[in-house]
């Protein structure tokens, strides 16, 4: 059979009537449903505190704690599609930016977005951030408008930034004479505020949010919502069903993760051909997102993290054993000023290494040199091909691919 052939076989029995789904949309992880089980407390303390704005009053600030997969996401945008709707219904002037700090991966493009977000175009690169932040207060001023900006996974930018951008935000007030601006900050470390200087922690009087992790019925009662919206009726066993909960809720309560089962293991039913979800299912779901989670957190680093792992790569591949944390950091330097952006210091670089330690995609353990004090010895936690599987096709580090370190061509 030629490819031709067998890419329309393909196309042909994925367009006939589906024998396993209603609406697959409701399986994706960016889906906010009209109700959100066992968030109910939480939607109503957000919305008390961002109700002000409908009268034309700034809210207090927002941050929301809690691990990957506790309805964080869902519960902030639901409550600002409800108050977007409102505000439209009375002719109030609020607007909403949302952006994941995560996947944005630099201060100046977290700028770049809430600026696009008031209507003023800035370029992908080429401007200092303070420069962008001035016109933005500029624009922003002209609106007349009260912003409400949502700064989804805030850690890991000040992880890799510091918290600079963020104390300038809280500040941002005191310039405006007719826009306001509320923030809504949204991390999974719960420990967050210990990275923040005093300044910053006094501008923001903000209010907290907690989203405590699901239980094992609280699961089940999320997947029998999606997945009444999502499957035909009587493709869910229970078994199956019951298996999803429970392996979800010993990773922690995560809701995203039994979404994600539900869901892989329904597209495997489907391209399979077969009628019925059974356990069988998602024990092969569980498989295939395990070996794309690995993939998908290197995607997802914020840039420098991508860098301080390529270095490591690179080292790797150069054949240089028992390298150290000043290896790694001599490496990223050469490779931030490759591509033109400031590095971050020995100390920050550090903590960017014992993070991707604790993820699991670099192995380091602190060994003592005598008199000389300690270091780390670092070294990659995943094969060498997937790092340059992925990075091949990152828009930044995809130009390192192929480069050879000055500083590595004397210790070959």
Not at 67 to 73: E, P, W
Not at 203 to 210: F, K, Q, T
Not at 346 to 358: A, F, H, N
């Amino acid at each position: 059979m030629s490819p031709n052939d067998l890419l329309e076989n393909i196309f042909d029995k994925f367009l006939q009537d589906s024998h396993v789904f209603k609406n697959r949309e409701v399986l994706h992880p960016d889906y906010v449903p009209d109700n959100l089980p066992h968030r109910e407390e939480q939607t109503r303390r957000i919305g008390n505190i961002l109700a002000p704005v409908l009268r034309g009053s700034r809210g207090s600030n927002i941050f929301i704690y809690g691990q990957t997969g506790t309805g964080k996401t869902a519960v902030i945008k639901y409550v600002l599609n409800r108050l977007l709707q409102k505000g439209r219904e009375i002719g109030a002037p609020i607007e909403v930016s949302y952006i994941n700090c995560r996947l944005a991966g630099t201060e100046y493009r977290v700028l770049a977005r809430m600026s696009g977000n008031v209507g003023l175009r800035v370029p992908f690169t080429g401007l200092a951030t303070a420069e962008v932040f001035d016109r933005f207060k500029i624009v922003l001023g002209s609106r007349g408008s009260l912003l409400v900006v949502v700064l989804d996974e805030i850690d890991s930018l000040v992880k890799a930034y510091g918290d600079v951008l963020l104390y300038e935000l809280t500040r941002i007030n005191e310039g405006l004479k007719e826009s306001r601006v509320s923030i809504v900050g949204i991390s999974n470390d719960l420990h967050f505020k210990e990275m923040l200087e005093p300044r910053v922690l006094s501008s923001l009087g903000e209010e907290e949010v907690i989203f405590r992790p699901y239980t094992a019925p609280e699961i089940l009662d999320i997947l029998l919502q999606r997945s009444t919206a999502a499957l035909l009726d009587d493709v869910l066993t229970e078994g199956a069903l019951n298996l999803c909960s429970a392996l979800a809720a010993a990773e922690h309560g995560d809701a995203r993760r039994a979404l994600d089962l539900l869901r892989v293991a329904a597209e495997l039913t489907e391209r399979e051909g077969k009628q019925r979800i059974t356990e069988d299912e998602i024990r092969l779901a569980q498989n295939e997102i395990e070996r794309d989670r690995v993939v998908e957190v290197l995607k997802t680093l914020p840039l420098h993290s991508k860098l301080v792992l390529f270095g490591a790569y690179l080292i790797t591949k150069a054949s240089i054993k028992n390298s150290v944390t000043g290896d790694i950091y001599e490496v990223y330097r050469e490779l931030c000023t490759v591509l033109g952006t400031d590095p971050l210091t020995q100390r920050r670089v550090s903590g960017i290494i014992s993070e991707l330690d604790t993820m699991g995609v670099l192995n380091s353990r602190i060994v003592s040199l005598g008199r000389y004090g300690r270091t780390k010895k670092v070294s990659l936690g995943i094969p060498r091909g997937v790092v340059r599987n992925v990075y091949s096709e990152d828009h930044w580090v995809g130009q390192l691919v192929g480069y050879a370190p000055k500083c590595l061509s004397n210790k070959e």
